[in-house]
């Protein structure tokens, strides 16, 4: 099984700055790597998928990059609907796994 | 509007068995694989089973392996997962997702989940 893990756990950031949130996979997953976004009582919402393409709808603010084992997911300016929780999902191999979340909050 | 609706989730005995249901709407259900996606109280998210889009394929985490299964009826546009020999570490939100692309797992619709409680 693949690992992902995801640091910081929690990330105090103020609107306006930039966020920048870690995920490493235990072995490669190519680019097959998923960001998704959740806020509390709320469903998953995908942010971006093959470790850099925006999903439908997901504001220019938001960017992916990295492959094999490292990837990161950039917030250029938060704005205050951005604190959430977000994960990363690998696809590349079954099982699915996802990392253990960072939470994003207000400083 | 593309729409996952999922139901079924009770309190229930160690021991016991429960089937989830995800009814899917505004979209070519058959034409897609599904997955369901847990999360225990507080805790992150945790993939359980996917189906593929003509039911012939399976896949499910070690954890529900042999205890859980998952089915698909594509008259009636919705997915199941049947649980049985239920733990109480099954206790958790169970989100039914549709994948974007058959040919990559990850997930561009989610459902609000329906609660599972595992408990004497």
């Known amino acids: 099984e693949i690992v992902m893990t995801q640091s910081p756990a929690t990330l105090s950031v103020s609107p306006g700055e930039r966020a920048t949130l870690s995920c490493r996979a235990s072995q490669s997953v190519t680019s097959n790597l998923a960001w998704y976004q959740q806020k509390p009582g709320q469903a998953p919402r995908l942010l971006i998928y093959?470790?850099?393409t925006r999903a439908t709808g997901i504001p220019v603010r938001f960017s992916g990059s990295g492959s094999g084992t490292e990837f990161t997911l950039t917030i250029s300016s938060l704005q205050s609907e951005d604190f959430a929780v977000y994960y990363c999902?690998?696809?590349?191999?079954?099982?699915?796994?996802f990392g253990g979340g960072t939470k994003v909050e207000i400083k | 509007e593309v729409q996952l609706l999922e139901s079924g989730g009770d309190l229930v005995q160690p021991g016991g068995s429960l089937r989830l249901s995800c009814a899917a709407s505004?979209?070519?259900?058959?034409?897609?694989?599904m997955s369901w996606v847990r999360q225990a109280p507080g805790k992150g998210l945790e993939w359980v089973s996917s189906i593929s889009a003509g039911g012939g394929y399976e896949h499910h985490a070690d954890s529900v392996k042999g205890r859980f299964t998952i089915s698909r009826d594509k008259a009636k546009n919705t997915v199941y997962l049947q649980m049985n020999s239920l733990r109480a570490e099954d206790t958790a939100v169970y989100h039914c997702?549709?994948?974007?692309?058959?040919?990559?797992?990850?997930?561009?619709?989610w459902g609000q989940g329906t609660m599972v409680t595992v408990s004497s």
């Open positions: 997702a549709k994948v974007l692309d058959n040919d990559y797992s990850f997930f561009d619709i």
């Open positions: 093959g470790a850099s």
């Open positions: 999902q690998q696809y590349n191999n079954w099982p699915l796994t």
């Open positions: 505004g979209f070519t259900f058959s034409s897609y694989a």
